[in-house]
């Protein structure tokens, strides 16, 4: 079958992942036949993608932006957004699952405890906050939220996830009223253009607690490098991405190999990957001594 022993990322505009990195490390440390690949889709060909990946033989896919919530409508998920679909037994089609949310508090036990921030703070609202949303309320205690968007049109749908939400304008003076109530864990999800963040830079001396930007390497926003820069801690969404491929592989394998056992099998594979993963050596080792 054309896809059999398939796995890989939907999404558009991916060529820079490092899942293919990832994935691959983990079969190999695991002894599995399973490649791991990208597909780069416009948005029509998403639909007969997901139909002829099912009915050739695909293992499972990760889903990445813009296309969570897309995936999760087609599958008839239950989540507003998915990033992981896998096969079930008698089942007629791909179920679907999120591991982002996991993937997020490993890697907030990993850099600072889950606990450490009472108060969490969203630059954005898209599908993925959702998740790490359903995912605080299962903390105890779990956390104060305040959201800072500009669609308001999701309030509702966030505010029903997670009660007591506040809501706020994109807006400097939004963030810098926000810095007044304390310490924080600054959250950045927001896909906005670089000059957005221009104009937030007045107000980061208002700032104290720890930022976390789920993008990763050179694509982290201009604020996240601003703060960073001061000195604040500071990690993007390397952490998360291992955490969550884990996951992933745990649903579609039954296992996954342990952190340090994956991080040096990617160390040995970089150099299949080229100068893309090996910018990123470093922090891999980094992760690797935690």
Known sequence: MKYANTLGLLGQGISYSLSPWIHNAAAEVLGLPDRYRLFDLEPDAVAPFLQEFWAEGGVGLNVTQPYKRLVASLVRSDLAASNVLYREAASPYWKSTSTDGEGFVQALELFWGKYAF????FLGNGGTVSIL????????PFPRISILRRDLQRDLELEALYPGVQFFPFEPSAL?????????LLVQVSTAPAATWDPFFQVLGGFSGACMDLAYGSRCSSLFFA?????????????????????????????????????AAMIDMAPQYGESCNSFIKQIQRLASM
């Open 133 to 140: 949303l359903d995912i605080a309320r299962n903390l105890s």
């Open 118 to 121: 009472p108060h969490w703070v």
């Open 176 to 184: 810098a009223e926000v810095f007044t109530s304390g310490p924080c």
């Open 227 to 263: 703060l960073r820069a001061q000195r604040h801690p500071c990690e993007d969404g390397l952490a998360m991405l291992l955490e969550q491929a884990r996951s992933a592989q745990k649903i579609w394998w039954g296992c996954t190999p342990s952190r340090g056992d994956l991080l």
